[in-house]
């Protein structure tokens, strides 16, 4: 499941996995929550929150992440992933090149400080 976090500024969609992720959850909270976003602004930033409870996401969901974040390449920001999740973290670093825009992976120890760069002015 997916649900939107709030306290975030306009430009920031900022969200949290919680248990398995399906293609449903894109469709139904992801994408509708990016695409307000995107409308308002040229550039966005993401902040994802994969907590203890993530225990993995459908093959369509998967390539949802993947169709969106090629689609709007150009228009992220930056983006924050917290998660303790190994394998995410393993990805998400082996295609840090890919994305224009700037990308922090933090431990979900560091989540505080997550939500202060994805804030944060510069």
Known sequence: MIKT?????????ALA??????????E???IPRLNEALARHGK?????ELGGSFDGI????AWEDLKIGLEHLRRWERIAVVTD??????????????????????????????????????
Request: hydrophobic share 45%; aromatic share 14%; charged share 30%.
């Open 5 to 13: 976090l709030e306290g975030f500024p306009d430009s920031v969609v």
């Open 44 to 48: 966005v930033r993401l902040y994802y």
């Open 85 to 122: 999740v190994n394998w995410i973290r393993m990805t998400l670093n082996a295609f840090r090149f890919v994305v224009p825009g700037k990308l922090r992976v933090f431990d979900l120890r560091h989540l505080e400080e997550a939500r202060a760069w994805i804030k944060a002015d510069r």
């Open 28 to 30: 139904t909270v992801l």
């Open 17 to 26: 996995a919680e248990g398995h992720v399906s293609t449903e959850d894109y």
């Open 58 to 61: 459908d093959a369509g969901a």
